[in-house]
């Protein structure tokens, strides 16, 4: 079992920047990938960014150069920078995690960011 904590999000105005942390608890010696998504209203859930334990780092398109995932394993906690946001990055951003060996993901509560032109 892991126990994820989301903290950051709020509002900002477009071309604004906001951080994200996650942090795990549980069996944290077990997860192999942390990372975001995001479900706007009347959306679907879709990925944002994702980082394994290896290193490796997956970003959606539309964050590509602007938003900044990385991971401090010694902690167990998942940030993502996020800058020049936009108002099409409004959502409800949830942190994910997955341990070795499974493919079921674990969520945190999900925290809501909100982009005005």
């Known amino acids: 079992q892991v126990q994820l904590v989301e903290s950051g999000g709020g509002s900002v105005q477009a071309g604004g920047s906001l951080r994200l942390s996650c942090a795990a608890s549980?069996?944290?010696?077990?997860?192999?990938?942390m990372g975001w998504y995001r479900q706007a209203p009347g959306k679907q859930r879709d990925l944002v960014a994702r980082?394994?334990?290896?290193?490796?780092?997956t970003y959606a398109d539309s964050v590509k150069g602007r938003f900044t995932i990385s991971r401090d394993n010694a902690k167990n906690t998942v940030n993502l920078q996020m800058n020049s946001l936009k108002p099409e990055d409004t959502a409800v951003y949830y942190c994910?995690?997955?341990?070795?060996?499974?493919?079921?993901?674990?969520w945190g509560q999900g925290t809501q960011v909100t982009v005005s032109s």
């Open positions: 980082i394994f334990s290896d290193g490796s780092i």
């Open positions: 994910y995690a997955v341990l070795r060996a499974t493919i079921t993901p674990y």
């Open positions: 549980g069996s944290t010696f077990s997860i192999n990938l």
